[in-house]
């Protein structure tokens, strides 16, 4: 599984951004992919997963400004963020793991991308 994310940088508060995530996945794996961020001093949490019926889970600060989709064509998966605080300040992290929502958003993702900077100010 490798993921790579794209799409950080830098807003000003109330701004938006749309992270992407691009997942080459073979065809026999049957993972998971979620959004996660690392603040600085801070562990790293779950943001938001999409499972494949189409159930979004959010983390409950990010509920209502932050929207996750995907593209299964193109095995994309999208963070549309809107009305950015600077609590959102972090390292944006695409993970992958075996269980779906809630499981992989805390502590269920194995596998992680590089992660891209958002920096809200």
């Known amino acids: 599984v490798q993921l790579v994310e794209s799409g950080g940088g830098s807003v000003q508060v109330g701004g938006s951004l749309r992270l992407s995530c691009a997942a080459s996945?073979?065809?026999?794996?049957?993972?998971?992919i979620g959004w996660f961020r690392q603040a600085p001093g801070k562990e790293r949490e779950g943001v938001a997963t999409?499972?494949?019926?189409?159930?979004?889970f959010y983390e409950d600060s990010v509920k209502g400004r932050f929207t996750v989709s995907q593209d299964n064509a193109k095995n994309v998966l999208y963070l549309q963020m809107s009305a950015l605080k600077p609590d959102d300040t972090a390292v944006y992290y695409c993970?992958?793991?075996?269980?779906?929502?809630?499981?992989?958003?805390?502590?269920?993702?194995?596998?992680w991308g590089q992660g891209t900077q958002v920096t809200v100010s």
């Open positions: 996945v073979d065809t026999s794996s049957h993972v998971f």
């Open positions: 999409i499972r494949t019926d189409g159930t979004t």
């Open positions: 993970g992958a793991g075996y269980v779906p929502g809630w499981l992989l958003l805390r502590g269920g993702a194995i596998f």
